[in-house]
């Protein structure tokens, strides 16, 4: 891990997404972008034309230049807040763009090369969660893994995660992935493997391969469930994880964990982190 994105919108919760960012930076070095997406455009009125009394006027390019100019003078006091608590030896920078948030940030993340995205979960805006919110749609659509706070979570730290796993769409390179990912921060992965149909259940000499490749710092358990959601919410309550991480497969249950009433009433009641990886190319 090289490069690190943060999307910024200045509510009191980016102080807390940009607390996991330079724990992770000071692990390994990183350099940081602090990024925010300036919405500059406007809906024009029914019946606009350019000779119209309600064309653009100067006071639309005032208005737009204080907006920006708003950004870059909060952007540079959150720069202050984070250097004074972090300290000068951490590469940081900035950057402000105009343009829609979604498409913005994943655009400047592949401009800047970043090897992850680490963004709040809820911002200003107020979306609900991830269900049709800026991190639903990068943890559907970028190539690199995606880190999103939930709102209210505070900085938990990495000692512990637990890694989902779905029997019906695994592939054995996860394991590596997982490991290399969670190897700097020297935390402790609980990989569940999360069986909600019987004929997906892998056998045992598969179970005893798996359990070679992970590793004996790291757990690994089979949990029986109806759903995966309950499976998952089950072992969030007897292991105390501080994120849960898996892979966005778009056949997976992952996927449909984001619709409303699994991710309301089941999953965000652990109110943790969610790091995504995307889908790996066979």
């Given at each position: 891990?090289?490069?690190?994105?943060?999307?910024?919108?200045?509510?009191?919760?980016?102080?807390?997404?940009?607390?996991?960012?330079?724990?992770?930076?000071?692990?390994?070095?990183?350099?940081?972008?602090?990024?925010?997406?300036?919405?500059?455009?406007?809906?024009?009125?029914?019946?606009?034309?350019?000779?119209?009394?309600?064309?653009?006027?100067?006071?639309?390019?005032?208005?737009?230049?204080?907006?920006?100019?708003?950004?870059?003078?909060?952007?540079?006091?959150?720069?202050?807040?984070?250097?004074?608590?972090?300290?000068?030896?951490?590469?940081?920078?900035?950057?402000?763009?105009?343009?829609?948030?979604?498409?913005?940030?994943?655009?400047?993340?592949?401009?800047?090369?970043?090897?992850?995205?680490?963004?709040?979960?809820?911002?200003?805006?107020?979306?609900?969660?991830?269900?049709?919110?800026?991190?639903?749609?990068?943890?559907?659509?970028?190539?690199?893994?995606?880190?999103?706070?939930?709102?209210?979570?505070?900085?938990?730290?990495?000692?512990k995660a637990i890694y989902a796993i779905d029997p019906a769409h695994f592939q054995q390179a996860e394991f590596n992935i997982i490991k290399e990912f969670f190897k700097p921060f020297h935390t402790k992965i609980y990989y569940l493997v999360l069986c909600y149909n019987p004929k997906d259940r892998p056998d045992e000499a598969t179970l005893a391969q798996w359990r070679d490749l992970v590793g004996n710092r790291a757990s690994f358990q089979i949990v029986d469930c109806d759903q995966p959601h309950e499976g998952l919410h089950l072992s969030i309550q007897n292991i105390q994880p501080d994120i849960i991480a898996f892979h966005f497969f778009k056949e997976s249950f992952f996927s449909r964990w984001f619709k409303p009433v699994i991710s309301r009433k089941e999953l965000y009641k652990a109110n943790l982190p969610l790091l995504s990886f995307p889908e790996i190319e066979e």
């Open positions: 891990m090289k490069r690190i994105l943060v999307p910024v919108d200045f509510s009191d919760h980016t102080f807390v997404t940009a607390s996991y960012a330079f724990s992770m930076a000071k692990a390994t070095e990183a350099k940081i972008l602090l990024f925010h997406a300036v919405f500059d455009q406007f809906i024009m009125p029914e019946g606009y034309s350019p000779d119209s009394v309600v064309a653009p006027t100067l006071f639309d390019v005032e208005f737009i230049r204080e907006i920006r100019n708003k950004a870059e003078e909060k952007m540079q006091g959150l720069l202050t807040q984070l250097k004074n608590q972090w300290g000068e030896e951490i590469s940081l920078d900035t950057r402000i763009e105009s343009g829609t948030p979604d498409v913005a940030i994943l655009t400047a993340a592949s401009d800047f090369q970043a090897d992850i995205i680490i963004l709040g979960a809820v911002g200003l805006g107020h979306k609900d969660h991830f269900s049709g919110g800026t991190a639903e749609f990068l943890m559907k659509h970028s190539q690199k893994p995606v880190l999103a706070i939930p709102v209210g979570s505070g900085y938990k730290g990495l000692n």
